[in-house]
Each structure stands twice: as C-alpha cells, then as structure tokens.
C-alpha cells in the first residue's frame, strides 16, 4: 500500500503538468525595438566609422563646456544667482512678500484671481528668474493657489527681463535710436505683468479664485539676521549647482547633438525668418533665445544707432523675458516641479506659453507704438 501511494501522486503531477497551458512568449515592446535599432546602429557606425561616435561626444561637450564653464563657473551669471537668492530671502524676511500681495491685492480681486500669481514675476524684475521660482514657488503653494494659478504664475514671470543688466543695457540701446524708453518699458516690461494673468485667465487657465488677506498666511519668516544671509547663500549656490547646471548642461548636449548631425542650421535658418518677420533683429535675437539676452543686449548697444528702430525695440522686448531656451527648456521646469505643485511638463508647457505671448507682444509693440514713438 505504501508503494501505491507515490505513484498515484506521480499520476496526478502529471495530470497538472499536462493541463498547465504553456506560457506565451513576451512580445517585443516599441522601446525595445528603438534600442535594437540603436544597437545595430551603434555596431555599423563603430566598424564603418569608429571616429562618428567619438566625434558626437566631443560635439556635445564643446557645446555644453563654454556655457556651464565660463558662464556659470566662471563668469558672472553664477555669482549672480546666488546674490540674487541672499537679495530675495531678505527682502522676505523684511516684509516685501507681505508688502506685495498687499499692494496688488485691489488689482488681483479684479481679475479674481490669487494675489500671489504676481509674486514670480516682481522678483524676476528685481533678481533673476531662477531665484523667483525657488523663492515664489513655495509661496503660491502656502497662499492656496490652484495649478492654474501656478501655471499663470509661471507664463507672467516669462514676460520680464531675468537680469537687471539686460534692462539697463536695452534702454542704452532704446535712447541710441531717439526712441522714449520710458513708453517702451511701461508698455512692455510692467503692463504684460497685469495684462497676462488677465489673457489666461479668460482662456487658458481658469480655475482662479479671488483670495481675501485674512485667508492668506504670512510670508515674512522669523529667521535671524546671519542666518537669513547665510542660509539664502547656501540655497543659492545649492540652485546654480544641482538644478541649473545640469538643466543647461541637458539642453546645450541636445543643441550640441543637432549641430554634429547637420539639423541644426536649418532650424537657426528658420529662427532668422521668423524673428525678421517679427521685427526683431535675427543675430541679437537668436542670441537672446539660444545663449543671454544680456549679452544680445550687449551687442545691440553697440549697433543701434546704426539700425531700423523697429528691430531695436522688437529685440528689446525679446530679449526682456525669461529667454534663453535652457531656461524655458530646462531652469524653469525642474525649479518649479521641485518647489510647485506642478511637474515638470507643466511648468514647461506654461514656460513655452509664455514665450509666445512674449513673442506677439513685440511684434505687436514693433508694429503699433513704433510709428508714435520715432
């Protein structure tokens, strides 16, 4: 009896193994057949042309170098963040957050919207624009603000100048041209900063809601003096180091791809056309969107008296917003998702919103005040 018993359990474990359907084999996925494709790429390339690959790096770093090195490292845009950071942390700590949404709170009931959708875009105007979305973002997110807002918030911040050397070196330009700065500056710096919120709210984003002061928390941190410098410093550097760096770094080997494969030109072609369309002088514009409106300003000072007025106040418009692309690409994107409610493709996307406007607001300036004011 003792010997039946194994092999009944034998019968019946072979029963089981019959009747288990044999499992089907893993389908090829899509991203697995884009790595195939590379794999045999990358294999043709190293045995027909082992340089092409050393070659593509190389183009990357070259591009990425000069800008994280002698901008960032090196250069003055570093530096300038930073300070940017200890300025705003202790206009904070002295009330001027409070102050604001004070001050623009009759305006923002009007519009019925968050007070604080307008707080990004005044410390652009005073700091940098990077520094307004570490500072801001956690703002709007205490203040209540809904995504929307916040997506308003970032498209508004967009339509001003990052740097204040872009703007003093703008309106050395507007004054080459006998143009009136000061018109120009009311119309297209401070006006988009109320005229934004008002356009996206009635389109765009409209989950807004009109926030009275009492339901709104206070801003100014009890913070200590030193620390407030100190900290803000630190904040600062950790800014420039582990955000923008790598984000600038990202594009810039993107750009550095293109350029290598010979798609490039073409679009910086086609970025010409469209910036003369708009009245905007190609070689300062192109500089604004691809590397500094400072240093596009920079040259634009130079050459103003010697060009069309138009293309001086259109380059000037472009060039006051949150351009270059790395920022809209890259800064502007992983700031906000690390400081929002948003992640990265919405900031992203309101970023890209933004540059649009921006971009129908110098046409729009070229075209209607130009004629009043030469």
Known sequence: MGEVKPLVEEEVSLEEAASKSVPRKRQWEKIELVGLALIIASLSVMMISPGTLAGLFSAMVDKVFPVVVEVFLTGTVGVTIIV??????????????????????????????????????IYNILGDINAAGKIAGPILVRSGATKAEQKMAVATMVQSQQSFSTFMLGMIALTAVGVNAFVVVVVAVFLPVVVAPLILSKTIYRDTKAVDIENLPKFTPTTGALPTLFNAAREGAELVFLLIIPAVAAVFAVIGLLEYIGVWKPIESALSSGLLTLNIDPETGILSILASPTLAMAQLAEVASTMDPRLVIGSFVLASSGLPLSSILGQIPVIWAANSDLNEKEAMTAAVIGIVMRLITAFLVVYFLTPILV
Do not use: H, Q, Y
């Open 84 to 121: 940017s950071v200890i300025i705003g942390r202790t206009l904070e700590r002295l009330g001027f957050t409070d102050a604001l949404i004070r001050v623009f709170l009759p305006v923002t009931k009007l519009l019925k919207i968050n007070s604080a959708v307008l707080i990004p875009s």
